[in-house]
Structure formats: C-alpha cells, structure tokens
C-alpha cells in the first residue's frame, strides 16, 4: 500500500480532464425548400399536417431522382463554415465534394439511404476549424429522415429530406460545463449568420471517453442544453465505475441516466458508397469569396466594439451582443445621431419589455431605426412626456411608424361641428372673397380654403373642410 507523501498530489478521480469529449451537432439550415426536391421544408415552431409537403423524390419512390443540391442550404452550410473558420472544400487539392449514400434499413428512410457528405471516403463540405478554442473536425450537408413514432408506427414524411448541418468537434471538451457553454456561443454565432431554424432547437450526439480508455461511448441527447451537461457528468461517472465499451447510449432525462441503446455502429455498417444520381458538388473559390462579404461580424468583436467603441457597460451590451437584431437596430439608432446611452435605454429595457409582453423576438417585427430616433428625439426636444413615449413604443410592435406623423394625425379636426363653426367665423370675416366666389372665382375658394386651414392651425381635415366650405358656398348662391 502506498501510502500519500506530503506536498505530492494524491489521484484525484473526479478531476475533469481525465474525459475527452466530443460533439456532433445537427441542426436544421433554414430554407425555403428541401435539399433534393421543391418541397417546403418546415420544422420548429412552423410544422403543418403531416405528410402534407411531400413528392416522390422525398418519400423515395421508385425511380425517382434527386434535383441538384438546394442551393440556399449550401450557401448558408458554407456561411456556418466560414464564421467557424472551416476550409472549404474548393477543390483546389483535388478534393471536391462528394454525395454519399449511407444505407440503413429503418421505416423513417424510404430510399433505403440518407445522402449525406458524411461517412468513409467522404469530402465534407469543409473541415478544421476552430472556434473558441475547439478544433472543428468537419462540417456536412445532409438530409434529415422521416419522422417515426416507434409506438403507433405512424410516420410524417414532411421532415424526409429537410437540409440539416452537421458539425463535428475533436474530443477538445472535458466537462459537461465547458461543452454547455460552447454550445451557447455556437448557437449566438448561428444565430447572427441567420442560416438555421432557431426555434427547431439541436440534437447533440456526445462522444465521451476517459483519457487511456480504448473505447468511447456515444450518448444521444436531444435539445436541452441542460440535458446535456447532466448526460455528461452522468456519463463520465459510470465509465469510471463500470469501464468503456463501445455502445450508443441514450440520456433519459426522467430517470437522469444514461441507457444503452445499441452496440455503436462502425462505418463499415452503413456500405457507403458515392451517389450516381448525385454530380460531385463543385464550390467555386468566387463563391467562397461572395458569401465571406455577406458575413455578420461576430458576436465577440460586436460585444467589444459596444463596450470600447460606444463605451456601453458590460451587462447591456451583454443583452444587446446576444441579440443579432438588437444588436442591429441599436448600431443604426446610434447611426442616426442618439446618444448609445439613450439608445441603450430605450432597446435594452422598453423595447425589450414590450417584445416580451407581446411574446415576439425582435426578427418577427418591424421596427425602424428612423421611427425609434425620431421618438427619442421627441422626448428630447420636449414634445411628448417619457410615459407618451413609452405609450407609442407599445405600439410599435410588430410594425413600427413616424411617431411624429402619429402626433399630428392625432391632433387632426375631424368633428363637423367643430370644423362649421371655423368655416363660419371665415366666412364672416371675409366677405369680399365669398362675394367673389359667388361671382364664379375659383380661386377665392383656395383663398377660403386656406383661412381655414390658418384658423385651425393647421389641423382641420383638408378633404372635409374642403367639403363643408362647398356645401356652404354653394347653399348661398342657391
Ligand atoms: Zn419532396
């Protein structure tokens, strides 16, 4: 037995570093259509009937072949890459992108295959990247399957073929806690490029191993990001009690375990082979070099410029940096000459209680940046009250509109007994010019017109004054 020796450090079990932890991310490109077909594709917060945007490229009938590659996928698929600091597959080293079957027998995938950029012999789309200090492996294309319930045997083929991303990690991570806190800035990052569903959520398969095991286990865990980081430590604890085997598990958050699914499967087990009926996919360097100028800052170098450049303190510009839109509107705003402070304001707190009240995000409205200066200028300059302000701000959601031009509609004459009795005073005190009307002088109308106009300040409905004061001319020459 040995026994410890002061100032030696005993073995410590629970030190993190001993797992390596790997991520493959998936999740969904936002696009209009289907990667193989023009099928809608829908998913998150929008999904409709069941097997209601479906063709026979997507339910896989017989004989039927795939379209060429939904471009918008690619594209933002090559965006994600970029902000990842990926290289592209351009093929310039004579790799180029190649569709590969990936065979497996499940009711949920009526090819027999998914088509994906993935497997043995693949060219990804792009690979080695790094982002906040972990190496990307790679980053594909695919198709997603059909959606199965295992129970009723019921199965909604308006997810088949649905464009998802998949990015794969070295084993860089060594708890659960750094992994969640990544998947945050991934997510902010996708976020700011616009290219995926937000609202569809991740599914995250988690490779966890002990340094010095021979194998690693794979656990499935879906959405929750709090799922994963207790997936994790779960994990992590049973390998060291019970060994390693290669296996796929799966994180029942219920039971706050980790259950064995099946023995892991090994390349070989889904017969890759390339595609026939898909060309290799050939990305130009100019592409490359279009779609890197369409690119977002990131979120880190805006979360510096608001606290350097706009000297904004780090909480708000916290909450203006996790939102890609606030973020946006707030540049403009201050663009347009208000002070950051008083923009800060006016977004970070009343915009965003009025967002919250009216449960949207900032993307699902329309606010201009003009119509916000223009309110905080009409606080500034005294016109309206902070509680006016705030009164209109409620209604700028979901559209936004000119406060000032609000303002003065609001203060339009519409009442006809109101607006009689300024024609009258004008009629009384102008004499000469209702004599020459009646003479036939069109003019003396205007004339009239505009006394009226003078006397209500300016305020009296131009189309009904204009009525009124006809009706009563004309009712005196009759
Ligand atoms: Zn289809």
Not at 42 to 57: A, D, F, R, S, V
Not at 118 to 146: C, M, Q
Not at 229 to 241: F, H, L, N, S, T
Request: contains cysteine.
């Amino acid at each position: 037995m040995t026994m410890p020796v002061a100032g030696q450090k005993t073995e410590d079990r629970s030190v993190k570093a001993r797992a390596r932890i790997g991520l493959e991310i998936h999740v969904y490109l936002l696009t209009r259509e289907k990667l193989f077909c023009r099928c809608k594709a829908e998913h998150g917060k929008k999904l409709t009937e069941p097997n209601t945007n479906i063709c026979p490229i997507c339910t896989g009938q017989p004989g039927a072949k795939p379209m060429l590659p939904n471009k918008e996928a690619i594209d933002k698929a090559l965006k994600i890459a970029l902000m990842l600091n990926c290289k592209i597959n351009t093929g310039k080293d004579g790799k180029v992108v190649v569709w590969q079957r990936k065979h497996y027998d499940w009711p949920d995938l009526p090819k027999g295959y998914q088509d994906t950029q993935s497997g043995a012999y693949s060219v990804p789309l792009a690979i080695n990247g790094k982002f906040e200090g972990i190496r990307i492996k790679e980053l594909h294309v695919e198709e997603d399957p059909a959606s199965w319930n295992p129970e009723t045997g019921a199965i909604d083929y308006n997810r088949s073929g649905i464009p998802l991303v998949e990015i794969v990690t070295e084993p860089d991570f060594s708890s659960g806690e750094q992994v969640v806190e990544w998947l945050k800035k991934l997510m902010l990052v996708l976020a700011y490029v616009k290219a995926i569903d937000k609202t569809a959520g991740l599914k995250a398969d988690v490779n966890i191993s002990l340094v010095g095991a021979n194998d690693d286990a794979r656990v499935e865990v879906l959405n929750s990001l709090e799922a994963i980081e207790k997936a994790i430590a779960y994990e992590i604890r049973r390998q060291e009690q019970e060994g390693t085997s290669r296996e796929t598990r799966r994180y029942d958050s219920a039971k706050g375990k980790t259950v064995k699914m099946r023995e892991k499967e090994t390349q070989a087990d889904y017969r890759f082979i390339p595609d026939p009926d898909l060309p290799m996919l050939k990305i130009s360097q100019a592409r490359v070099e279009k779609l890197k100028k369409e690119l977002p800052e990131a979120p880190q170098k805006k979360l510096e410029k608001l606290l350097s450049e706009h000297g904004i303190d780090k909480k708000a510009a916290d909450v203006l940096a996790n939102d890609v839109d606030l973020v946006m509107l707030f540049e403009r705003v201050v663009g347009l000459g208000i002070k950051p402070a008083t923009a800060v304001k006016w977004l970070t707190i009343e915009l965003l209680r009025v967002l919250n009240y009216n449960k949207l995000t900032l993307d699902e409205c329309e606010i201009k940046p003009e119509h916000v200066a223009e309110l905080i200028r009409l606080v500034e300059e005294g016109k309206i009250t902070e509680l006016k302000a705030k009164q209109i701000l409620n209604e700028f959601v979901p559209r936004s509109f000119s406060p000032r031009q609000k303002l003065k509609e609001a203060k339009k004459i519409t009442s006809v007994a109101v607006l009689e009795g300024i024609i009258d005073n004008v009629l009384a005190s102008n004499e000469k010019a209702v004599q020459d009307y009646m003479s036939g002088k069109e003019e003396a109308f205007n004339f009239l017109l505009g006394q009226i106009m003078k006397a209500s300040e300016r305020r009296a409905d131009y189309r009904l004054a204009s009525k009124l004061l006809r009706k009563k001319l004309d009712a005196r020459s009759a």
